[in-house]
Nanobody
């Protein structure tokens, strides 16, 4: 059974930092893309950042480029999202997700939610002004 356990959310003031973690288990795909979506109240779920399991290729939404950094520890099956210079508009529930067999090299943006195969539970990030 594939499981994705997200953690690290919280409340910070604008300009602050948080690091999200997503620990994966139960999947042994040869290739996958793993990363983060977020969803604010009344808005659609949007891709934030993804990393490829095989070649380390990363993708970021324009809204977070230069502020967020995704990384992975394959030995621990864990992906991290370091979020710096947080803004109130970053407030959302953040979800980690994985897409089996996904080639990040084939896109220039982040994947869409319908392309994901498995989801973790959300973790709330609240940024106050």
């Amino acid at each position: 059974e594939v499981q994705l356990q997200a953690s690290g959310g919280g409340s910070v003031q604008a300009g602050g930092s948080l690091r999200l973690s997503c620990a994966g288990s139960g999947f042994y795909f040869d290739r996958y893309a793993i990363g983060w979506f977020r969803q604010a109240p009344g808005q659609e779920r949007e891709g934030v950042s993804f990393i490829s399991s095989t070649d380390g290729i990363t993708r970021y939404a324009d809204s977070v480029k230069g502020r967020f950094t995704i990384s992975s520890d394959n030995a621990k099956n864990t992906v991290y999202l370091q979020m710096n210079s947080l803004k109130p508009e970053d407030t959302a529930v953040y979800y980690c997700a994985v897409a089996e067999g996904y080639f990040l090299s084939a896109i220039v943006d982040v994947p869409g939610p319908r392309e994901m195969d498995f989801w973790g539970q959300g973790t709330q990030v609240t940024v106050s002004s």
